[in-house]
């Protein structure tokens, strides 16, 4: 295979020296799918955010080792996060829509960080949105406030504020946990197209759905990602439980992590 | 005493208290009303003064409050707005925040008559600009920087982490994100201060006493070295003049206009902030 578009090696990140993620090993390839899975407070989000610098403004947040993304060493001295942040799209929990238009928010980012796309906004704006599948529902009415759409809607059209700048990797943060059974469905089945043009990595605690989109699912207990392709697992609850059961008992003793991929 | 005893009691003290607080406000307007009401009319907002202000109108000290009050909100708003944005936008997490806000808000403590001295020695006479309106904006412009520091970082402080997140996460530089998410959400705090901190400039009478203003004789100041005179010095001198029912009724009808001027600034900010309390959005 190519070479990985992300990669992590040895990442240790802690808030005020209380160690989140320890000695992390990972690397992902250009357009898959990786699900990172993982209980309420392992370090999901922490280790999404890394990938964009989004954790640089927290004080007391340190990160050891190397992150690799395109083969640059992305917390390196010197590296442009503005740029960094605009390859790396990042899509929150619970859908941010600004007070304003529709078409506004669409071009929220691009109007400052492409300005020299400013005449085609309008057919990137509906490019993406179509892209998202909202286009039908919004087209007549893009100068409405956004936060009038449903939350499923909101959601894809974040997804869509994001794509519009042209991101080569897409991160989400459980992105359907606000939604509705039907409105989830459709973001996992659009994940799955958008994967055909760029890498996506989504977070959630959802093991059916990690299962369900993934190429690649990766665990997170305790500090430690845990990393096989899907391909090798079918049932997958008893393994994620009997991985928990092990750090459990072992973590005392022991701090070394199973290496997968 | 029983829980909800302690509760109906403590709701009857603060009642009380705003009652006192609203008596005094409708007290002074009502007064201010009775007795400067009389002097009122075209002729008195559009003649200068004369016969030593007891005469005439008050034209030039209207005109004078507004030089004032308009150079020093000129002046101190660019610098407000930057600094509270260098602090909470540029400022890597935000060191040196909570000692700005402890800073800003002692400074808005500082009795006016201090910014006056400080401001005599230094613009008056060290930079050697004199008595003269530019001295006074300069003065007040300084001592209306807090008020409209606080409302700024105020507003800045109320906005929520996740549009902030949300404008980074799509790759603004901070320089962009003051323009496409900061100032857009913020700027009803930008626009209240200012129309404050001019309110407070509008009513300074100690700051620019010995300053800035002359009594009488003057009219538009022609250069950097005139005085001018205001609404607020002249309501201040002629009241000393207590005896002269004349000179009292002018009093009394500049303080009304100038009552007037300072109330429109405040009860646009108020209007501004209920805008902003209820868009038209339908926002949570
Ligand atoms: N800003 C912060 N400052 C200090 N500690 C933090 C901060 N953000 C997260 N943490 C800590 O880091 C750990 C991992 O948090 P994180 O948000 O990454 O978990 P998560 O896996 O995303 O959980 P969830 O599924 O609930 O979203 C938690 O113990 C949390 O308390
Ligand atoms: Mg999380």
């Not at chain 2, 009122?40 to 209207?62: H, K, M, N």
């Not at chain 2, 205001?230 to 002018?250: G, K, Y």
Request: with cysteine; net charge neutral.
């Amino acid at each position: 295979m190519n070479a990985p578009i992300i990669e992590l090696k040895g990442v240790c990140i802690a808030y005020n020296q209380r160690t989140v993620l320890e000695r992390i090993n990972l690397s992902l390839h250009s357009k898959e799918i990786t699900t990172l899975l993982g209980p309420s407070g392992s370090g999901k989000s922490t280790l999404l955010k890394s990938l964009c610098r989004m954790n640089d403004h927290i004080k007391g947040f340190s990160l050891e080792g190397t992150v690799e993304i395109l083969e640059e060493d992305i917390y390196a001295s010197g590296v442009d996060v503005y740029e960094l942040r605009r390859s790396v799209g990042l899509v929150f929990q619970k859908p941010v829509m600004f007070p304003r238009s529709i078409y506004e928010n669409m071009v929220l980012g691009v109007k400052r960080t492409r300005p020299e796309w400013r005449s085609q906004f309008s057919d990137r704006v509906e490019q993406s949105l179509k892209e998202v599948h909202l286009w039908d529902e919004v087209k007549d009415r893009l100068q409405e406030h956004a936060t009038r759409l449903s939350q499923g809607q909101q959601q894809r059209l974040a997804i869509a504020r994001t794509l519009i700048g042209e991101p080569q990797i897409l991160l989400m943060d459980e992105p359907t946990s606000s939604l509705d059974p039907k409105s989830k469905e459709a973001l996992e089945s659009l994940a799955i197209e958008l994967a055909k043009k760029c890498t996506l990595v989504w977070v959630t605690h959802d093991v059916e759905q990690a299962h369900r989109i993934s190429d690649r699912v990766v665990y997170i207990l305790e500090g430690k990602v845990f990393d096989r392709e899907k391909a090798s697992h079918t049932t997958v609850s008893p393994d994620i439980q009997q991985i928990s059961k092990g750090r459990g008992k072992r973590s005392f003793f022991s701090r070394q992590g199973i290496e997968g991929s | 005493m029983s829980r909800s005893d302690k509760e109906n009691l403590l709701l009857a003290l603060l009642g009380l208290a705003t009652i006192v607080a609203c008596c005094f406000l409708v007290l002074i307007l009502s007064g201010l009303i009775y007795r400067g009401w009389p002097a009122l009319d075209w002729e008195f907002l559009t003649a200068p003064a004369s016969d030593f202000g007891r005469q005439g109108g008050v034209f030039y000290q209207i005109l004078g409050t507004l030089i004032l009050m308009i150079g020093a909100g000129l002046i101190s708003v660019p610098i407000a707005l930057a600094s509270v944005l260098f602090f909470t936008e540029f400022s890597p997490q935000k060191t040196g925040l909570e000692t700005y806000r402890t800073l800003i808000f002692t400074l808005n403590g500082v009795p006016t008559i201090l910014f006056g001295l400080v401001g005599y020695l230094f613009f008056s006479q060290f930079l050697g600009i004199g008595v003269s309106w530019l001295t006074g904006v300069l003065i007040l412009s300084i001592m209306i920087l807090p008020t409209i520091q606080v409302s700024i970082l105020e507003a800045v402080s109320a906005m929520p982490l996740s549009y902030r997140e949300t404008g980074m996460a799509l790759g603004l530089t901070p320089e962009q994100l003051i323009r496409s998410v900061v100032l857009p959400q913020c700027g009803y705090g930008v626009l209240t201060g200012t129309l404050l901190g001019c309110a407070r400039a509008g009513g300074e009478t100690a700051a620019i006493m010995f300053t800035a203003t002359a009594f009488s004789g003057v009219q538009l100041p022609e250069s950097l070295h005139d005085p001018v005179t205001t609404l607020q010095t002249h309501i201040l001198t002629l009241s000393q003049e207590a005896i002269d029912p004349q000179s009292v009724t002018t009093a009394w009808g500049s303080g009304l206009v100038l009552m007037a001027i300072v109330f429109t600034l405040i009860a646009a900010s108020y209007l501004i902030r209920l805008r902003v309390a209820n868009p038209d959005g339908g926002q949570a």
